[in-house]
């Protein structure tokens, strides 16, 4: 006999948003290009410093120039961070925006069938291997990414429901968790 859980699920555009800005792909890009912002501002402020030590400065001067170019180290890295933070989440709105309105993402019917390890979202069959699976939980909803790209199968489940449908999802978000390659996050905002 087949073990199988099934959720019907109905997803709302900010819900849609919430799964789409929180890809842990996307994330991990965010923080690469952070940390690429910071350490160009920081070499950029150390040669404004070595510069100011081959010119002819007095001690006073020169800690002057010094303490100038550390602060618009600092405050160039704020705005470059600022805008990088405002640009992707415009692009991402825009993005998941664009993805919601196409046939299919709003409703989903979300089906795991245990004993052949494989989850079906709507029509397509996902088989259940070697990819990782990143479960982030937030006040109310469970974010299930299937695999480490950007462009893999991603699922949002409401944690609001009857009683029947809140059995079957703690059933899905149990046999996800155990498997091996599984990853959970709290985040309760």
Known sequence: MQKTTTVDINIQENDFIELISNVPALRLKQYKSALIIIIINTILCFL???????LNFTTAEYNTA????????VILTIIFLTLLRKKTKKMIREIA???FKEPGRSNVTFNIDIDLNVIKINKRNIKLGNDAIVIIS???NYLIYLGN????????????????????VN?????????KNTKIIEKNK
């Not at 404004?48 to 081959?54: D, M």
């Not at 010094?66 to 180290?73: G, M, R, Y």
Request: glycine letters at 4%; zero cysteines; hydrophobic letters at 35%.
């Open 171 to 179: 059933a899905i978000i149990d046999y996800l968790s155990k498997l």
């Open 138 to 140: 937030t006040s109310k």
């Open 66 to 73: 010094t303490f100038s170019a550390i602060v618009l180290h």
């Open 149 to 168: 790209k950007v462009d893999d199968d991603k699922v949002l489940i409401p944690k609001i429901g009857d009683s029947n449908y809140i059995k079957d």
């Open 48 to 54: 404004l410093i070595q510069y100011g030590k081959s």
């Open 97 to 99: 925006k664009e993805r």
